[in-house]
């Protein structure tokens, strides 16, 4: 090990025999399948479904199924072939000995044995059946699975499509350690939630690689869809909402709609999620551009500068603190709306904020680059900003708490596509890659670079997605009874990131030529090794839905008193029964005009004396200076007053300074 690398599992412990842990007990129904219900859709699908029933002795590979896909890592040109089949017993029972377990909380040494897709046992010395597969983690960290909380996998956006789909864009998370990805139904304006909602899952169900939860989007706003809110809510597993304020006549509310939405959100127990910038002013700033003649990618920042991302961020949270709902902001990608976040949050705000792995990992000043494809390989929005010190800064506040979760946006467009936009910066599809790239980036940037202790890494990968969005400790947690989406994470081994190595479909990568630390050699999705020691293994359709429940005790725990403290109260007082003043029909035409003559005052009107003074004359006979002069037709009321002559002084105020000498 280099001077200059940490070493995350010293002190190491001694090889003797470790003493076992009574927490991590035996568990009594180890060797049971669990099966976790839900309305219409499960949670939980055991694959092979046959297989459970048999003895050890007695179980075979199963011959059902699809066979998975076997790629390795250090082709530069990816081939898919035929591997071998899932196998029964070495597949569904997993022990991985010998690592250091990293939860958000804590970190200890311990095994963990998987069967089913769930884990069993945690402790040292466990004793498990035969037939189990063993892993070697000395050296290495084992951290529960990435959860992306924001992907648009093969979404129809400005006249063409996302070139990563549901398979290719899911097998590129396996790739990089992330085991379930949360993505957008984003359909077109007017389309009803419910038919957007079951065109997403007919797409996706049958292609992904590893787990999925979907969030919705709210484009417009009636009766209708606050009811299909409710549907989407109690029988869809749907607990998040997005609304836009930006896309000006596609997908943006106004601040009513906004309003309405957020309580309706609340009403149900779901999460507000807003894409926060000022569709008005970025559709005259973008007008303002074409004036110019700046049609190329860097128009597109100067068109949605920091102020416009920061005004829409202020605004929305300060829309949902009244609505009293919790609020989560996508794609915080500025500094300004980071300390905004971070202010808010601070001001007792209920308000989560998202930085991606594109505005951690670098800056916006590619979109002035000379070569216009590299340039607007880096259009998205809200924009990658100039300010090269903006990844660091939101880093900084990411590794302390002030935000929250990490995801990607990951929205992926080739060459031809972003072509769109050539002669015309605002046809260029807004997207950039990042779902495979996100763990490493971070690990990066935030736990090498001394910013996060891995902990925190954990956290928020993985962990505070889980309990945001209510699907902890299922997801997001190394326990007992959690699912078996597992990373055998290296820290210090390194890779250097490019579109020729990397799994996504799309021809470009945003963070080419990055060199990172921190690589997955193992990834183990639902109990299935996905990543073994280089080689990708994944089956199309083999993830399944998760349903999210409402109520997130993480983003609702303070809402319910909240409401509370904060009712508006009447204050009981005696009736009023003084005399109340009569209201004429016609008191505006009866009104009298402001000035009859030159002598009306706007107060006293055509009652004041032409010499009326506020307040008394000096002894001396002159007005006195308190009396207000205030004329609204700019004449002083002592203008017609004879005025005193001049008067020569010998001294100025304050007396002659030459006397002193």
């Given at each position: 090990?280099?001077?200059?690398?940490?070493?995350?599992?010293?002190?190491?412990?001694?090889?003797?025999?470790?003493?076992?842990?009574?927490?991590?007990?035996?568990?009594?129904?180890?060797?049971?399948?669990?099966?976790?219900?839900?309305?219409?859709?499960?949670?939980?699908?055991?694959?092979?479904?046959?297989?459970?029933?048999?003895?050890?002795?007695?179980?075979?590979?199963?011959?059902?199924?699809?066979?998975?896909?076997?790629?390795?890592?250090?082709?530069?040109?990816?081939?898919?072939?035929?591997?071998?089949?899932?196998?029964?017993?070495?597949?569904?029972?997993?022990?991985?000995?010998?690592?250091?377990?990293?939860?958000?909380?804590?970190?200890?040494?311990?095994?963990?044995?998987?069967?089913?897709?769930?884990?069993?046992?945690?402790?040292?010395?466990?004793?498990?059946?035969?037939?189990?597969?063993?892993?070697?983690?000395?050296?290495?960290?084992?951290?529960?699975?990435?959860?992306?909380?924001?992907?648009?996998?093969?979404?129809?956006?400005?006249?063409?499509?996302?070139?990563?789909?549901?398979?290719?864009?899911?097998?590129?998370?396996?790739?990089?350690?992330?085991?379930?990805?949360?993505?957008?139904?984003?359909?077109?304006?007017?389309?009803?939630?419910?038919?957007?909602?079951?065109?997403?899952?007919?797409?996706?169900?049958?292609?992904?690689?590893?787990?999925?939860?979907?969030?919705?989007?709210?484009?417009?706003?009636?009766?209708?869809?606050?009811?299909?809110?409710?549907?989407?809510?109690?029988?869809?597993?749907?607990?998040?909402?997005?609304?836009?304020?930006?896309?000006?006549?596609?997908?943006?509310?106004?601040?009513?709609?906004?309003?309405?939405?957020?309580?309706?959100?609340?009403?149900?127990?779901?999460?507000?999620?807003?894409?926060?910038?000022?569709?008005?002013?970025?559709?005259?700033?973008?007008?303002?551009?074409?004036?110019?003649?700046?049609?190329?990618?860097?128009?597109?920042?100067?068109?949605?500068?920091?102020?416009?991302?920061?005004?829409?961020v202020s605004r929305a949270i300060?829309?949902?603190?009244?609505?009293?709902?919790?609020?989560?902001?996508v794609k915080v990608m500025s500094?300004?709306?980071?300390?905004?976040?971070?202010?808010?949050?601070?001001?007792?705000?209920?308000?989560?904020?998202?930085?991606?792995?594109?505005?951690?990992?670098?800056?916006?000043?590619?979109?002035?680059?000379?070569?216009?494809?590299?340039?607007?390989?880096?259009?998205?929005?809200?924009?990658?900003?100039?300010?090269?010190?903006?990844?660091?800064?939101?880093?900084?506040?990411?590794?302390?708490?002030?935000?929250?979760?990490?995801?990607?946006?990951?929205?992926?467009?080739?060459?031809?596509?972003?072509?769109?936009?050539?002669?015309?910066?605002?046809?260029?599809?807004?997207?950039?890659?990042?779902?495979?790239?996100?763990?490493?980036?971070?690990?990066?940037?935030?736990?090498?670079?001394?910013?996060?202790?891995?902990?925190?890494?954990?956290?928020?990968?993985?962990?505070?997605?889980?309990?945001?969005?209510?699907?902890?400790?299922?997801?997001?947690?190394?326990?007992?009874?959690?699912?078996?989406?597992?990373?055998?994470?290296?820290?210090?081994?390194?890779?250097?990131?490019?579109?020729?190595?990397?799994?996504?479909?799309?021809?470009?990568?945003?963070?080419?030529?990055?060199?990172?630390?921190?690589?997955?050699?193992?990834?183990?999705?639902?109990?299935?090794?996905?990543?073994?020691?280089?080689?990708?293994?994944?089956?199309?359709?083999?993830?399944?839905?998760?349903?999210?429940?409402?109520?997130?005790?993480?983003?609702?725990?303070?809402?319910?008193?909240?409401?509370?403290?904060?009712?508006?109260?009447?204050?009981?007082?005696?009736?009023?029964?003084?005399p109340v003043t009569e209201i004429?029909?016609?008191?505006?035409?009866?009104?009298?005009?402001?000035?009859?003559?030159?002598?009306?005052?706007?107060?006293?009107?055509?009652?004041?004396?032409?010499?009326?003074?506020?307040?008394?004359?000096?002894?001396?006979?002159?007005?006195?200076?308190?009396?207000?002069?205030?004329?609204?037709?700019?004449?002083?009321?002592?203008?017609?007053?004879?005025?005193?002559?001049?008067?020569?002084?010998?001294?100025?105020?304050?007396?002659?300074?030459?006397?002193?000498?």
């Amino acid at each position: 090990m280099a001077d200059d690398e940490y070493d995350f599992f010293a002190p190491q412990p001694k090889p003797t025999p470790r003493v076992r842990h009574n927490v991590f007990d035996v568990v009594p129904d180890a060797f049971v399948g669990k099966t976790l219900e839900f309305t219409g859709d499960h949670r939980r699908v055991k694959r092979p479904s046959e297989a459970a029933t048999l003895a050890p002795e007695e179980m075979t590979p199963s011959s059902e199924g699809k066979s998975p896909v076997q790629e390795n890592f250090q082709q530069d040109v990816i081939t898919d072939v035929e591997a071998e089949k899932w196998e029964g017993s070495a597949q569904s029972r997993l022990l991985i000995k010998g690592g250091k377990i990293v939860n958000d909380d804590q970190s200890i040494f311990a095994d963990i044995y998987v069967e089913d897709g769930v884990i069993k046992q945690i402790g040292n010395n466990l004793v498990i059946p035969g037939g189990a597969r063993t892993i070697e983690a000395q050296g290495k960290l084992i951290i529960p699975g990435g959860i992306d909380t924001h992907t648009h996998m093969q979404l129809p956006f400005m006249g063409t499509c996302a070139v990563d789909d549901f398979y290719s864009g899911t097998k590129a998370a396996l790739a990089g350690g992330t085991t379930m990805i949360m993505d957008f139904v984003l359909d077109q304006k007017g389309v009803p939630l419910l038919e957007a909602y079951d065109k997403w899952r007919n797409w996706a169900d049958s292609k992904v690689c590893c787990d999925y939860s979907l969030h919705v989007a709210v484009t417009y706003w009636n009766d209708s869809v606050a009811n299909e809110m409710e549907v989407l809510t109690k029988e869809r597993g749907i607990n998040s909402f997005k609304m836009f304020l930006a896309y000006k006549d596609v997908f943006m509310l106004d601040d009513s709609e906004l309003y309405n939405s957020f309580k309706r959100c609340k009403e149900l127990g779901a999460m507000a999620m807003v894409h926060a910038e000022n569709g008005h002013l970025i559709a005259q700033k973008s007008k303002e551009m074409i004036a110019l003649g700046i049609t190329g990618p860097e128009a597109h920042e100067m068109c949605r500068p920091e102020e416009v991302e920061g005004e829409a961020v202020s605004r929305a949270i300060a829309v949902a603190n009244q609505a009293n709902c919790p609020i989560y902001i996508v794609k915080v990608m500025s500094k300004t709306s980071a300390e905004t976040i971070a202010d808010a949050r601070r001001k007792g705000c209920v308000v989560f904020g998202e930085p991606i792995a594109a505005s951690l990992g670098t800056d916006g000043t590619h979109q002035w680059n000379k070569c216009w494809r590299h340039a607007a390989g880096h259009v998205m929005g809200p924009p990658l900003r100039p300010d090269p010190t903006t990844p660091g800064y939101l880093m900084d506040l990411l590794a302390n708490g002030d935000l929250a979760c990490t995801g990607t946006d990951n929205c992926t467009f080739n060459a031809d596509q972003k072509a769109l936009g050539k002669d015309d910066f605002r046809k260029i599809p807004n997207g950039v890659n990042g779902v495979e790239d996100r763990m490493s980036v971070i690990w990066e940037k935030g736990v090498h670079s001394g910013k996060m202790d891995p902990c925190r890494f954990v956290a928020v990968t993985s962990t505070n997605a889980a309990k945001l969005f209510n699907i902890y400790p299922q997801k997001g947690r190394i326990a007992v009874g959690s699912d078996a989406d597992l990373v055998i994470w290296d820290p210090t081994a390194t890779r250097t990131i490019s579109a020729k190595t990397h799994h996504q479909a799309v021809d470009f990568n945003i963070f080419e030529g990055m060199v990172v630390h921190g690589v997955p050699v193992y990834v183990i999705s639902n109990g299935h090794v996905v990543v073994d020691e280089g080689q990708l293994k994944v089956t199309q359709g083999q993830g399944r839905f998760i349903p999210n429940p409402v109520h997130s005790e993480a983003a609702y725990g303070r809402i319910a008193s909240r409401e509370l403290a904060r009712r508006p109260q009447k204050v009981d007082r005696e009736v009023y029964e003084g005399p109340v003043t009569e209201i004429k029909a016609n008191s505006v035409e009866a009104a009298p005009p402001r000035h009859r003559n030159e002598n009306t005052n706007i107060i006293m009107g055509d009652d004041m004396p032409a010499d009326f003074h506020s307040r008394p004359p000096t002894r001396s006979g002159g007005r006195n200076l308190q009396d207000s002069s205030f004329s609204f037709s700019g004449e002083q009321i002592d203008d017609s007053m004879p005025r005193r002559q001049k008067i020569r002084v010998s001294n100025p105020p304050g007396g002659k300074t030459s006397g002193l000498w």
